[in-house]
């Protein structure tokens, strides 16, 4: 199963991220109400960024360590300065070395 990670814009420009294996439908959830309670009544929401990640395990370590960003890092992510990329190739990587 390909998992994914992708970043939500609130309306205060706040960014969310989490992951899927389908972004569509997991972002109509958030726009529902029915995804993540930090989300909820936060105005209008937009998908900022999405990017295929691969197995679930790389999925949530990729998550974690973009939650350790901060905001200026994120949105170098967003704008595609090549940051998910680095990001994800450097997981991939420690996860060959510790096999």
Known sequence: MRWFLYLIRTADNHLYT???T???R???QHQCGKGAKALRGKGELRLAFSGE???RSL???LE???KQLTKRQKERLVAGDGTFE???ASL???VLKSD
Do not use: H, M, N, P
């Open 22 to 24: 389908d972004v569509e």
């Open 26 to 28: 997991r972002f109509l």
């Open 18 to 20: 989490g992951i899927t």
């Open 53 to 55: 990640v691969g197995e």
């Open 59 to 61: 999925a949530l370590r």
């Open 64 to 66: 974690y360590r973009i």
């Open 86 to 88: 680095t990001l994800l």
């Open 92 to 94: 991939q990587t420690s």
